[in-house]
């Protein structure tokens, strides 16, 4: 599939995404048909990315100053230490505002990576170059940079709009199954609150994209890239409509948290999961009609997503997953705010709901 390119134009600034198979080796004549300079470079690589995928990167930036810091990238180290880590080596190399820090690896080394380049000398050039199918889809869009602390995910964090975001689907093909399905979940979240046409060309085709195949998987991330861009550039700062992008979410994020961010359950299991619940209690509550809810249980079941994830959980965590929900930054009074759907293609927000009713929900569709 021929290279793509989507502009995102936020308030104060625009950059491309390219997106296509083997693209990363065309990395110097991207940086110049974008109007991308720099005299020296940070790279912050997941230590997991395979050398040969980030070589030829490093091998055509001939004429640059390149320092390399490489990032053991889990959850439990999206934290302070990192982010000082990245700033230690910014300034022990003297690195000014014209230089540039980039991300090769998935979200979690984006997001620590964008946080840190937010933050030194208020502002560094940022290239990200996401190798996860997650990364690609979610969170090299939009801005969105942070980092967890014990009282949750992301509650430390700012906008910073990248120069340029590289997704080449040659990157994936070494990630294992789970990784793959994790990325999907967000691809999938993308159309349930957008695109009901879309839905079903996954619906038909999620065993071709689950396996990589060209061209599903790049229309796939293109198509998931569009989506998540025209609902930036209308509200860049969460402030209203982007919520909706946070579908599944607040289930999925105290999930994650109540498990300590452990291997048992990663983003994008927990994200399948809410998609799961926030269907269910949309349903329940005669939002989303039994059709669309039947669509969506479905093709979680039928392509095996949800793996009995519910089996992580037991009564003991209920009462630190509302501790969680409550703490979600959407919430503005007591009450748990949720993002839930009318029907396939057409989410509301800004709905509250007492803890007592979630709590009820939750003891009774999460613990079997």
């Known amino acids: 599939m021929k290279a793509t390119k989507i502009q995102i134009i936020s ?134 940079t942070g980092i967890n602390s014990k009282e949750g995910k992301n509650l430390v964090g700012s906008f910073y709009q990248p120069n340029l975001v590289l997704s080449d689907s040659n990157f994936l093909k070494t990630l294992p199954k789970r990784e793959i399905v994790c990325g999907y979940a967000e691809i999938l979240k993308h159309s349930l609150i957008s695109d009901k046409k879309f839905f079903l060309f996954l619906n038909k085709n999620a065993l071709k994209i689950l396996k990589l195949k060209s061209p599903f998987i790049e229309k796939s991330i293109y198509k998931s890239c569009l989506i998540k861009k025209k609902i930036v550039q209308k509200d860049e700062k969460e402030k209203n409509l982007r919520k909706v992008l946070n579908f599944g979410h607040t289930f999925a994020h105290a999930y994650e948290a109540s498990l300590k961010y452990s291997s048992k359950l990663n983003h994008g299991e927990a994200v399948l999961l809410g998609i799961m619940h926030a269907s269910k209690f949309s349903f329940l509550n005669k939002l989303l009609n039994k059709n669309d809810f039947q669509l969506i249980k479905n093709h979680l079941i039928n392509f095996n997503l949800l793996k009995k994830l519910n089996n992580n959980f037991f009564l003991k965590n209920i009462r630190n997953i509302l501790n969680f929900m409550k703490k979600d930054k959407k919430n503005t009074s007591k009450k748990i705010s949720l993002v839930l759907l009318k029907k396939i293609g057409r989410p509301i927000f800004n709905l509250n709901y007492s803890e007592n009713k979630i709590k009820s929900f939750i003891k009774d569709k999460l613990i079997d």
């Open 11 to 144: 308030n104060n600034h625009k950059y491309p995404i390219i997106i296509g198979s083997n693209i990363s080796r065309n990395f110097t004549k991207i940086l110049r048909d974008n109007f991308i300079d720099f005299n020296k470079c940070l790279f912050v690589i997941d230590k997991k990315v395979p050398k040969k995928f980030y070589k030829k990167i490093l091998q055509s930036l001939k004429n640059k100053k390149k320092t390399i810091l490489f990032f053991k990238a889990k959850e439990s180290n999206k934290n302070y230490i990192s982010v000082n880590k990245i700033l230690e080596k910014l300034l022990k190399n003297n690195f000014h505002r014209n230089d540039c820090l980039i991300s090769v690896g998935g979200g979690i080394t984006g997001d620590v990576s964008g946080f840190a380049a937010s933050i030194y000398k208020r502002g560094i050039k940022f290239i990200n170059i996401p190798t996860t199918l997650l990364a690609q889809v979610d969170s090299s869009i939009g801005g969105k």
